[in-house]
């Protein structure tokens, strides 16, 4: 059974960083794309990047609201996945999701994590 | 970038009724669109991909249709429990991966 666990959420004062884990099980990782995704208190859903598999590249793309600030890594053998903060903004408060299409399709996004609420206050 | 729009932002319907949701793109986009359910308090559950591939275990009421720019979500015999928010998304191909702004559904 596939299974994404986020964690490192919390409070964090704007311009500060923040490191957020997923961990992943029940799938071969290192065959999957990763996506990260967030959701602001009573908004929708909104994509912020995602990194390929090493077989693709590794690389990592993101969405344009936090792109040179946020940073996608990987570690296939730990099966995690992480999202690094800086710089963050009162509009970087959310719920951030991991999401995966479980490796072998298309990028859709078949599984996803409970989420870690990230809150950006002073 | 490529944006995702969707209509209408929300949607009141009866119980029995048919309920379509439509999903813009501003660029051809082929078939890489999903659509995702989302209820109250909830994390989002895949409906839909390549756009008109339903996802195992989804109810057979649930259909996609459309490629290129134009979408849809049909919901057929609208239930009680398919009181959600519907989000749809480009998912492949080159990023960005948008989502639609949402559509939620409520019932009269």
Known sequence: EVHLEESG?????????????????????????????????????????????????????????????????????????????????????????????????????????????????? | DIEMTQSPSSLSASVGDRVIITCRASQDISNYLAWYQQKPGKVPKLLIYAASTLQSGVSSRLSGGGSGTDFTLTINSLQPEDVATYYCQKYSSAPPYPFGQGTKLEIK
Not at chain 1, 17 to 34: D, E, H, I, K, Q
Not at chain 1, 75 to 104: F, Q, W
Request: hydrophobic share 35%; charged share 20%; net charge positive.
């Open chain 1, 9 to 122: 959420g919390g409070l964090v004062k704007p311009g500060g960083s923040l490191r957020v884990s997923c961990a992943a099980s029940g799938f071969t990782f290192s065959n999957a794309w990763m996506n990260w995704v967030r959701q602001a208190p009573g908004k929708g859903l909104e994509w912020v990047g995602r990194i390929k598999r090493k077989i693709d590249g590794g690389t990592a793309d993101y969405a344009a609201p936090v792109k040179g600030r946020f940073t996608i890594s990987r570690d296939d053998s730990k099966n995690m996945v992480y999202l690094e903060m800086n710089s963050m903004k009162l509009e970087d408060t959310a719920v951030y999701y991991c999401a995966t299409d479980g490796g072998g399709s298309y990028n859709e996004l078949h599984y996803w994590g409970q989420g870690t609420l990230v809150t950006v206050s002073s």
